[in-house]
């Protein structure tokens, strides 16, 4: 089991030369989102999403306060007030399913140096943490172990009551570890045990001698270029936001098969897979953008992106394997990111989005707003089987008939 964490902080973006954008123009036919809810709660930069249930989903940001929304209508249900200062992560923490109370709970850290946990049902306390000596600035649950983990300058381990485990010995699930990235490009892998490092990665633009070498110095010359800002991954493949661009990286192939390097103006802050081969990804410069993965037959004579993700041997080969390796990536299916769809509705940077596979995507944005996008397909055949609800429940329908 894998569980990843983003550390570091973000650099503003500089004036970059900026390289072709693709566009997509106003007919977006395989684009579903055109319908919007804006949704007003927050008076400051809104950071956090995180979805608690099918339907409801939570949001968080610098004015300190959490909101707990309604997927479906856009209708805010709960307002959580506790914290001084801003959220600087949140996440939920669900119930195991032996547990006799079955109340899903939200933790936030702030500024203030606290950690409070919430009922998600009530919005109440369950219990605040001050302990903390510095800002805690992520947070991830272990579910399997029932524990949490919290990590500002010290790293600590928590469970279900709240108690202060630290480095526990007890443990004997060996197959966790976590990933951290930086700003700066690098990327290591902890053990989640004893926290040793399992593997440090820098290097992750390894100049191939098939590209051109004037490009590549000076991709290695902007450190925004080499900025790992989110990662996600499946069964296949890792998905990466570096810079302004996005790559995938096939795990079996061990090798970057597809890529945008200017996949938006600014810096990509968030991306997530979704079904049917689609990656979504939204940026610094406002937009929110769907890509399809498709396949394409690899040519021969085309350069294989490599050296991407080096760690654990991660696209170098030894000089003894070059050949097969080099035979088998020319006859390999490569893939390429194809831009399907452009929503644009936000006036400032896009944080962070949610995907609710029945009620739309969720975005939140600098701009103090939240907006949900709606399938405007399905939102009118609801409309449609509402009216007609309704027309029967009076006795209209068939006087219409």
């Known amino acids: 089991m894998l569980r990843w964490l983003i550390g570091g902080g973000r650099e503003p973006q500089g004036l970059a030369e900026k390289s072709p954008l693709q566009t997509i123009g106003e007919e977006q036919t395989q684009n579903p989102y055109t319908e919007l809810l804006v949704l007003k709660?927050?008076?400051?930069?809104v950071r956090f999403l995180v979805q608690l249930d099918d339907y409801r989903f939570a949001s968080a940001g610098d004015d300190g306060i959490i909101v707990v929304?309604?997927?479906?209508?856009?209708?805010?249900?709960?307002?959580l007030n506790g914290h001084t200062q801003k959220i600087t992560a949140i996440i939920t923490f669900p119930s195991l399913e032996s547990c006799e109370e079955k109340h899903q709970l939200i933790l936030t850290a702030s500024a203030d140096r606290t950690v409070i946990v919430w009922d998600s049902d009530t919005g109440r306390q369950v219990?605040?943490?001050?302990?903390?000596q510095s800002t805690v600035k992520c947070l991830t649950v272990l579910q399997r172990l029932d524990v949490w983990l919290s990590?500002?300058?010290?790293?600590?381990?928590?469970?279900r009551k709240l108690d202060l485990l630290c480095k526990t010995s007890h443990l004997s699930d060996t197959d966790l570890s976590f990933v951290t990235g930086s700003h700066i490009g690098e990327l290591i892998i902890w053990d989640a045990l004893d926290w040793t490092v399992q593997a440090y990665e820098r290097n992750f633009w390894d100049p191939s001698p098939q590209l051109d070498t004037q490009q590549e110095i000076k991709l290695c010359q902007k450190s925004n270029d080499i900025s790992i800002h989110h990662f996600t991954c499946d069964e296949e493949n890792v998905f990466a936001a570096v810079g302004r661009g996005l790559y995938v990286y096939n795990l079996q192939m061990k090798r970057v098969i597809a890529c945008q390097k200017t996949a938006h103006d600014s810096n990509v802050l968030h991306i997530a897979r979704l079904p049917n081969r689609q990656l979504i990804s939204c940026s610094e410069d406002g937009s929110v953008r769907i890509w399809e993965l498709?396949?394409?037959?690899?040519l021969a004579a085309e350069p294989v992106p490599t050296g991407f993700?080096?760690?654990?041997g991660f696209g170098r080969v030894n000089k003894q394997a070059s050949q097969p390796v080099k035979k088998q990536q020319e006859n390999a299916t490569s893939c390429s990111l194809e831009l399907i769809g452009d929503l644009i509705g936000h006036s400032s940077s896009v944080e962070v989005f949610l995907y609710f596979e029945d009620h739309g995507l969720v975005?939140?944005?600098?701009?103090?707003?939240i907006i949900l996008w709606?399938?405007?397909?399905?939102?009118?055949?609801?409309r449609s089987l509402r009216l007609f609800q309704k027309l029967e429940e009076n006795g209209d329908l068939y006087l219409a008939l």
Request: charged share 25%; hydrophobic share 30%; net charge negative.
């Open 374 to 382: 709606k399938n405007g397909e399905r939102e009118s055949g609801l």
């Open 69 to 79: 929304w309604n997927a479906q209508t856009g209708e805010k249900l709960l307002e």
């Open 41 to 45: 709660a927050h008076h400051d930069i």
């Open 151 to 159: 990590g500002g300058n010290d790293l600590c381990v928590w469970n």
């Open 127 to 132: 219990q605040r943490i001050s302990c903390f």
């Open 294 to 298: 498709r396949e394409k037959q690899q």
């Open 363 to 369: 975005t939140c944005s600098a701009d103090h707003l």
């Open 309 to 312: 993700f080096n760690m654990w």
